[in-house]
DNA sequence: TATACGTGGCT
DNA sequence: TAGCCAAGTAT
């Protein structure tokens, strides 16, 4: 039981949803409270900035604008929609879920967190906000605001980083929220996390809340949220090729598990996995390379280095390295002779690629310029 | 339960 | 700048 009175609590929402109401971010999603909208919102949402969303949100409205458009999309487009964005079981999971919904529950949807938790890519936190913004069901909808929020409005220290910590922060807001307004005091919440509650550079003492907030009362904010550290991204070094036959360029579909699960990008090598003997150096593996890449003398691929940075992209859980090679190959070559897919650089733009992919493109390019 | 899963912004 | 943060979920 959390300490608020019931006067307090209703005083809390009272002022709560006038700031709302008066100063809420007008959003593309905001317009209506249709099911459809909200939840691609908030799928796209997940741990992904209001300003990055939003022409995302924009174009994805226009290119699918019903929940049957999305179930009918073939995969390369629904890819190349979301092709930035990240995390892109997100975009996978969303068909899939519009599938359900159009095969299974024949284009009702369900109504309740408990319902709408059956949807690929939806878990707690998105069902509670389609729940209470599209069907007005009185639930929390705890995502990273909320935990802010409310950690320092009550001064709860319970460690956020923990999934169990959820359950406290439900039981917080199940008795906290608006009854009448749920779906607009979720998003007020989130409203507040973002300007006056974010995470730096918050401004409590003009805060619309600021006489609720017991942290800033008792001016120990920047101790709340409690959350333990993340680990460091781990390093890892790669070869990546740029085969270049005419107008075409080698590819490699990606393992259909892992990160960046499908795409297509250039042939990529783990040096780590090319070192027999630790003296091994850059040009040994290079040539290790060469050999994999030409199991018959009659097309022997040559490798150069390129007069480039290696190229280096950070993930949450791992950095990536990566020196390129150019390859050339013997005149007339039986191009079908390789593993992967050739692909004309004039169709690159119709292919969803992922961000570290297009850097290397680019690298290569200016590289090549520079000759 | 702890970890994997993308990208961009900010300090 | 290296690390944290951003409307989390799946496994």
Redesign the pocket.
């Known amino acids: 039981m959390i300490e608020w009175s019931q006067e307090t609590i209703t005083a809390f929402q009272k002022t709560l949803l006038n700031w709302y109401d008066q100063h809420k971010?007008d959003?593309p999603?905001?317009k209506d409270h249709d099911p459809y909208h909200v939840w691609v919102?908030?799928i796209m949402?997940?741990?992904?900035?209001?300003?990055?969303v939003i022409p995302y949100y924009l174009r994805f409205m226009k290119e699918f604008p019903t929940v049957q458009a999305l179930a009918d999309a073939d995969e390369a487009h629904l890819m190349k929609a979301w092709e930035?964005?990240?995390?892109?079981?997100r975009a996978r999971?969303l068909q899939k879920a519009a599938r359900q919904i159009v095969t299974d529950y024949h284009g009702q949807w369900p109504t309740t967190v408990k319902g709408l938790?059956e949807l690929?890519?939806?878990?707690?936190?998105?069902?509670g906000?389609i729940a209470s913004i599209a069907f007005n069901q009185p639930v929390a909808a705890i995502?990273?605001?909320a935990f802010?929020v409310f950690s320092r409005l009550l001064e709860i220290d319970d460690d956020v980083a923990?999934?169990?910590t959820r359950k406290v922060f439900e039981n917080v807001v199940d008795q906290i929220i608006s009854k009448d307004r749920p779906g607009d005091f979720n998003?007020a919440i989130?409203?507040l996390?973002?300007s006056y509650m974010?995470?730096?550079?918050y401004d409590s003492s003009h805060s619309p809340v600021k006489e609720f907030n017991q942290a800033y009362l008792d001016g120990i904010e920047d101790q709340f949220p409690v959350?333990t550290?993340?680990?460091?991204p781990v390093r890892h070094d790669f070869f990546a090729l740029v085969l270049h036959a005419d107008n075409q360029i080698l590819f490699d579909k990606r393992p259909s598990t892992?990160?960046?699960?499908n795409f297509l990008m250039f042939p990529m090598f783990d040096q780590h996995d090319l070192i027999k003997d630790k003296s091994d150096s850059q040009e040994v593996l290079i040539h290790r390379v060469e050999e994999q890449m030409s199991t018959e003398d009659r097309l022997p691929v040559h490798l150069h280095q390129l007069p480039a940075k290696p190229v280096i992209?950070?993930?949450?859980?791992?950095q990536w390295h990566i020196t390129l090679l150019r390859g050339s190959l013997p005149a007339d070559s039986d191009l079908s002779y390789f593993p992967g897919k050739w692909i004309q650089i004039d169709h690159f733009n119709d292919i969803a690629f992922?961000?570290?992919q297009l850097k290397m493109w680019q690298a290569y390019q200016k590289a090549i310029a520079k000759k």
Not at 84 to 89: A, C, D, M, P, R
Not at 120 to 127: C, H, N, Q, R
Not at 258 to 261: E, F, S
Request: net charge positive; no cysteine.
């Open positions: 971010r959003l999603w905001r919102s908030e949402l997940q741990q992904t900035q209001v300003q990055t930035g964005l990240g995390y892109y079981s999971n938790q690929s890519g939806v878990g707690p936190y998105t069902a906000a995502d990273g605001n802010r923990k999934p169990q998003q989130m409203d996390g973002t974010s995470a730096a550079n959350k550290k993340k680990k460091r892992g990160i960046l699960a992209h950070t993930f949450t859980h791992q992922p961000k570290v």
